[in-house]
């Protein structure tokens, strides 16, 4: 399995911008889908944005479209979630997730087999 590791989180303000970073480990990273999902406090998992494992195609939740860009540098592992106009809607722990093999893009949790311990992301009003 994949090990996940995602980082750059933080407290900003309204407006602001962030970028989350997933390091993955193994040499299977580099074929494989990854997704950003998030969790805010008494709502369900939401799905943010995932993109195929050469970085051609990515998929957008409607609330972060615009927004936020995913990407990856597969040279390095790692898997990026550019955020910027940041909402104070937008506070939740931000997890990668790697998907099962096979699978070219998908928003579905179920699709995915690897998940990081996920970073905190705050926006302040």
């Known amino acids: 399995q994949v090990q996940l590791v995602e980082s750059g989180g933080g ?20 074929s494989l889908a990854v997704g950003w999902f998030r969790l805010a406090p008494g709502k369900e998992r939401e799905f943010v944005a ?27 592992n790692t898997v990026y979630l550019q955020m910027s106009s940041l909402k104070p809607e937008d ?13 070219t893009i998908s928003p579905l949790a179920g699709d995915y087999a690897s998940w990081g311990q996920g970073t905190q992301v705050t926006v302040s009003s």
């Open 11 to 30: 407290l900003v303000q309204t407006g602001d911008s962030l970028r989350l970073s997933c390091a993955g480990s193994g040499h299977t990273f580099s």
């Open 50 to 76: 995932c993109i195929d494992p050469i970085g051609d195609m990515t998929y957008y939740a409607e609330s972060v479209e615009g927004r936020f860009t995913i990407s990856r540098d597969n040279a390095k």
């Open 91 to 103: 506070t939740a722990v931000y997890s990668c997730a790697a998907a099962r093999p096979r699978i």
